[in-house]
């Protein structure tokens, strides 16, 4: 594995190979990601104090050089809204050129955070946290889209999640009813087209027609043109940054507060697309390319970029598996503003909004995010603290906290863990049925049967233990026993691994049994469903039951 890890996806991907049918999905999810990359761009330019055409030049070059270098199989990269107060503050403090060079500045320190392998660290997000941090990030997606959704007159929206709420109440009179069809209609296009084919997204065929009714029918309602102008239709030469050593005192602290954020968050991002594809991503690679793309685009006279969230998921959710997507949506990007800048600047905002409120809708992971209210208090703790601080106050806040919240959790956690026993128990004699020692009880394993033996507790940083452990695992029994006797507990990130591990074996006719887990094991396990999933017949109280079990299941 050592020698992958600064080994890009793409080139292992191109090594191994990949089908048509993959790849037309990439093309088709680039394009899609393209075009919902095409406004966004733009808007967080202009809102960072710089031209339009900055925010596509990042797009296009930070996009494609990412893509190509990327430690993920569908990380897109772009200029995202968590940098918009710090590139405003930049530019109003050392201008444009400045921006440039800090953003040039900033790639290197990505580059070197990457060398030194501190994005292996980023592994152990817990699940709670990253549910809570995504979930968050699709209500402010959402929130964001209301005024170009319902079309309203509004000038100024205020940053501020109420505030932006309150203006919107303020505004109900000025709602664009067309505008607000479109939406809608985007909206049950996006989401039901896959009835008629699953060949072509929904939401390609939303814009397509959206702005063919706009454009043939003049409907009174906002475009990309009427909102942003003209859209720019080239690219400047790339040009050297004038650096010197006064220069860089002044920029190192800007340029600190780039690469801490884009490492954060290109890594999140990730760790987020890993969780929707069940991949393992590179993380220090991932870095590299991230801090390989601020370069180029400090080159080019473009803003910081890094891992965007949302057009990640955009992509994951219409078949983007490979890079091919994240570079066909640099390109498309550039052909759009190259040639058909004509044509796209005739979009209906609020058809894009549409599409955004989808992408929101599947980013909010609403299903997990139950499951998790009903787990135990302390998941639900990190859970609700990490949204309401990314809904209400900021992103990387929200990390800090949830980071610092799981860690006084596990500590707890592993102080209750640990208990001393009456030596006579560790011989399994207080209890006939208790689990007693391996050697002691186990006189053979089946044929065609696996078993593994945890130890110790199954939290966040555990867990990924599954991963690795599936990865490895050369052959697939026909029956997998897992030990649990010496498991104190189980948390949600574990609970997931367990999940997504019997999914896999299923897959592969293969059984797994459960065997000694603990009271309070059990009822995580049945809190989260996952008794369900291996049921309550795989699920046994000691070693000597979980052979018999097998024994059924293989003479069956």
């Known amino acids: 594995m050592k020698n992958k890890e600064f080994t890009p996806k793409l080139f292992t991907l191109l090594k191994e190979g990949f089908t048509k049918k993959q790849l037309t999905k990439d093309v088709l999810s680039g394009i899609i990601v393209g075009?919902?990359?095409?406004?966004?761009?733009?808007?967080?330019?202009i809102a960072s104090g710089v031209s339009p055409e900055k925010g596509l030049?990042?797009?296009?070059?930070?996009?494609?050089?990412?893509?190509?270098?990327?430690?993920?199989?569908?990380?897109?990269?772009?200029?995202?809204?968590?940098?918009?107060?710090?590139?405003?503050?930049?530019?109003?403090?050392?201008?444009?050129?400045?921006?440039?060079?800090?953003?040039?500045?900033?790639?290197?320190?990505?580059?070197?955070?990457?060398?030194?392998?501190?994005?292996?660290?980023?592994?152990?997000?817990?699940?709670?946290?990253?549910?809570?941090?995504?979930?968050?990030?699709?209500?402010?997606?959402?929130?964001t889209q209301i005024k170009d959704f319902f079309g309203m007159e509004i000038e100024n929206i205020p940053a501020d999640f109420v505030e932006k709420w309150l203006v919107y109440f303020q505004h109900l009179d000025s709602i664009n009813w067309l505008a607000f069809g479109i939406a809608i209609s985007t909206v049950l296009i996006a989401l039901n087209f896959y009835r008629i084919t699953t060949k072509i997204p929904g939401s390609l065929v939303a814009i397509v027609l959206c702005t063919l009714a706009v454009y043939f029918f003049e409907l009174p309602v906002e475009t990309i043109e009427s909102k942003f102008g003209e859209i720019p239709n080239k690219i400047a030469m790339p040009q050297l940054p004038n650096i010197n050593f006064k220069i860089i005192q002044e920029l190192i602290e800007p340029a600190i507060a780039i690469?801490?954020?884009?490492?954060?968050?290109?890594?999140?991002?990730?760790?987020?697309?890993?969780?929707?594809?069940?991949?393992?991503?590179?993380?220090?690679?991932?870095?590299?390319?991230?801090?390989a793309g601020n370069i180029f685009s400090g080159l080019f006279g473009g803003i910081p970029a890094t891992g965007a969230i949302a057009r990640t998921a955009t992509n994951v959710k219409n078949g983007g598996r490979t890079p091919i997507a994240g570079i066909v949506h640099a390109v498309f990007l550039l052909l759009i503003m190259l040639l058909f800048?004509?044509?796209?600047?005739?979009?209906?905002?609020?058809?894009?909004?549409?599409?955004?409120?989808?992408?929101?809708?599947?980013?909010?992971?609403?299903?997990?995010?139950?499951?998790?209210?009903?787990?135990?208090?302390?998941?639900?703790?990190?859970l609700l603290t990490t949204f309401f601080?990314?809904?209400?106050?900021?992103?990387?806040l929200a990390i800090e906290i949830g980071l610092i919240l799981s860690s006084f959790i596990f500590m707890?956690?592993?102080?209750?863990?640990?208990?001393i026993n009456n030596a006579e128990n560790l011989f399994?004699?207080?209890?006939?049925?208790?689990?007693?020692?391996?050697?002691?009880?186990?006189?053979?394993?089946?044929?065609d049967t696996m078993l593994y033996e945890i130890n110790g507790p199954?939290?966040?940083?555990?867990?990924?233990?599954?991963?690795?452990?599936?990865?490895?695992?050369?052959?697939e029994p026909k029956v997998l026993i897992l030990r649990m006797r010496n498991v104190p507990f189980i948390d949600a990130t574990a609970l997931n691994r367990l999940k997504e591990f019997h999914q896999k074996l299923k897959s592969c006719g293969t059984t797994i049994i459960l065997s000694g887990a603990n009271r309070h094991v059990k009822e995580a396990l049945f809190k989260s469903e996952v008794y369900e999933l291996i049921g309550k017949h795989n699920i046994l109280d000691n070693i000597n039951e979980a052979i018999k079990r097998t024994e059924e299941i293989l003479n069956k």
């Open 428 to 447: 399994g004699t207080a209890n006939a049925q208790a689990e007693k020692l391996f050697e002691e009880e186990l006189t053979y394993i089946p044929k």
């Open 412 to 419: 707890k956690r592993m102080s209750e863990a640990t208990t």
């Open 341 to 382: 800048a004509p044509v796209a600047k005739l979009i209906p905002l609020s058809c894009l909004a549409g599409i955004l409120a989808v992408v929101a809708y599947h980013m909010s992971e609403w299903q997990h995010f139950r499951d998790l209210l009903k787990s135990n208090r302390m998941d639900m703790i990190v």
């Open 458 to 475: 199954l939290f966040f940083g555990a867990s990924q233990k599954f991963q690795e452990f599936l990865t490895e695992l050369k052959q």
């Open 259 to 291: 690469a801490l954020l884009g490492a954060i968050e290109s890594l999140l991002s990730a760790v987020v697309a890993d969780g929707m594809i069940g991949g393992k991503h590179r993380s220090n690679m991932e870095l590299v390319a991230q801090g």
């Open 35 to 45: 075009i919902v990359a095409l406004p966004l761009a733009i808007a967080f330019a």
């Open 57 to 143: 030049i990042t797009a296009i070059i930070a996009g494609l050089v990412i893509s190509v270098l990327s430690g993920s199989r569908v990380q897109i990269g772009g200029p995202t809204g968590a940098f918009i107060i710090i590139v405003y503050g930049i530019v109003q403090e050392h201008g444009i050129d400045g921006l440039s060079i800090a953003t040039f500045m900033a790639g290197f320190l990505i580059i070197g955070l990457g060398l030194m392998k501190l994005g292996n660290y980023l592994k152990f997000i817990p699940y709670p946290l990253i549910v809570g941090f995504t979930s968050g990030i699709a209500v402010v997606i959402f929130s």
């Open 389 to 396: 601080l990314t809904v209400f106050f900021d992103l990387i």
